[in-house]
């Protein structure tokens, strides 16, 4: 089994910064990639910004300049630091694993329970 415990959520004024993090734990031997996903009301799930094992980033064009991704590989974590926020990033953000259960490179994923975050005034 593993788990992905995420927090960081909340309510923020537009202009404000959350950071989420997400920490991931049980039957894992390998981490490839961890990320954060996002879904607003109506919409489609959508890519926030992942980091891979060797720190390499990927982000949605939305948020380049405003939200950046880090990692702690001790600890298995994630962090989303998100600043100048905006209404439209109002949304559930699900924390993302793509890992690995043995020395075989197969590539499972798995999904958080998701966090909202609403930006609001």
């Known amino acids: 089994q593993v788990q992905l415990v995420e927090s960081g959520g909340g309510l923020v004024q537009p202009g404000g910064s959350l950071r989420l993090s997400c920490a991931a734990s049980?039957?894992?031997?390998?981490?490839?990639?961890m990320g954060w996903y996002r879904q607003a009301p109506g919409k489609q799930r959508e890519l926030v910004a992942t980091?891979?094992?060797?720190?390499?980033?990927d982000s949605a064009d939305s948020v380049k300049g405003r939200f950046s991704i880090s990692r702690d590989y001790a600890k298995n974590t994630v962090y989303l630091q998100m600043n100048s926020l905006k209404p439209e990033d109002t949304a559930v953000y699900y924390c993302?694993?793509?890992?690995?259960?043995?020395?075989?490179?197969?590539?499972?994923?798995?999904w958080g329970q998701g966090t909202q975050v609403t930006v609001s005034s």
């Open positions: 993302y694993c793509n890992y690995d259960r043995n020395w075989e490179r197969r590539g499972f994923d798995y």
């Open positions: 049980g039957s894992i031997f390998r981490i490839n990639v």
């Open positions: 980091i891979t094992d060797n720190n390499g980033r």
